[in-house]
């Protein structure tokens, strides 16, 4: 049997259309004024959350903003995360020299907006070729 035709891959610096306006980071505007969560909650505690102060901006929802917050103080208590960092709402992090570039261009603030997805790693764990 032969395996389904599939649409061909975009060529490699090609942005991918996301499948859904409403789930794009490009419905997220940059934030100019991000800033890291004051005391954020290890837990989600009802009524106390950053998300139950502020206005969450789309595509976020108030789950994606609670985890975030979640993981911001996970990431304070611990010393094996300190090489990253998240952006609430954004419940993914953002690490290493990734997260130094991502912040140097400004962060959420900058044409990037807010992390959209978790770091990728290249399929069977493999470097790209250097030029």
Known sequence: M???????????DQPLEPESD???SKTAEPDP???PTKDPKATVVPGQMRSDQEEIPAPFTKA???KAETMEARQRMARVAAGCQVYWPSP????????DKYNSLGGPGSFLSFPNSPELTNP????????
């Open 22 to 24: 409403e789930l794009s």
């Open 33 to 35: 004024d991000w800033t």
């Open 64 to 66: 994606d903003a609670d």
């Open 92 to 99: 993914y992090e953002v690490c290493g020299a990734i997260k």
């Open 124 to 131: 069977g764990n493999t470097e790209s070729p250097r030029v």
């Open 2 to 12: 032969d395996p389904p035709d599939l649409p061909a891959a975009p060529a490699a």
